[in-house]
């Protein structure tokens, strides 16, 4: 089985989860890895080249999911517009490049690990997430756990995942500390921004920005 693993600090307690799962479950032998950036793991999902992915949720619509994905309640600190003469899309990604769009607001749009650097810097920037519950008072789903089979699976990881507190080991923290160029406890406080329960209000958010994002696209064929 092949899981496709983004290497983002928002899946850190996951990974951290999934370490100690396969360890004691029978999966250990039969969970490999495909790592990528989302954009990357979503076309390497839809052409099953994996078999379970963290999905950005523009691409998730039409795969079967659990309740666990990559949701921000309010700001989320690494999923950025930087003010600029143009809009430009970041190529990491897909979902937040739509949202730009929806809401309507220009610029380069950053995700990840480097968003959050910059962020950090205190550099000019709109969080987008921040914007998105601004306007709607919903929170933003960026991405959920999909699945082409295994379901029960994929139920047992979820159940498992959000009935726990994950620690993060020292060790783990300062190896993605020194990969990602981020301090520590930066880390743990942007963690503490990450929501991946994907309960009622999630899923009301996620079905307002289909609605918006399929007006967005209906509007630029309008306009092309």
């Not at 523009?58 to 930087?82: F, H, P, T, W």
């Not at 080991?169 to 500390?177: C, E, F, N, T």
Request: aromatic share 10%; with cysteine; net charge positive.
């Amino acid at each position: 089985m092949v899981f496709g693993k983004i290497e983002y600090l928002n899946l850190l307690p996951f990974h951290v989860f999934m370490k100690r799962f396969t360890k004691s479950s029978q999966q250990s032998m039969s969970m490999n890895y495909n790592k990528g950036v989302p954009s990357k793991i979503n076309k390497k999902f839809i052409s099953r080249r994996v078999d379970a992915a963290f999905i950005s949720s523009i691409s998730a619509k039409n795969y079967r999911n659990v309740d666990l994905g990559i949701i921000a309640k309010k700001e989320v600190l690494s999923v950025l517009v930087v003010p600029h003469a143009k809009s430009l899309n970041d190529t990491e990604s897909a979902t937040s490049n739509v949202l730009a769009k929806v809401l309507k607001i220009q610029g380069e749009v950053l995700i990840g690990d480097k968003a959050l650097r910059y962020y950090l810097e205190g550099r000019p920037h709109l969080d987008l997430a921040a914007s998105w519950n601004e306007k709607h008072r919903l929170p933003f789903v960026f991405a959920l756990l999909c699945y082409h089979k295994e379901q029960a699976l994929y139920k047992k990881i979820q159940k498992q995942f959000l009935k726990q507190k994950i620690k993060i080991p020292g060790y783990i923290l300062k190896s993605a500390s020194k990969r990602s160029s981020i301090k520590e406890q930066d880390i743990l406080n942007y963690l503490n921004y990450i929501s991946y329960t994907f309960d009622t209000k999630a899923k009301l958010g996620l079905k307002k920005f289909y609605k918006e994002a399929k007006l967005a696209v209906n509007c630029d064929k309008i306009n092309a």
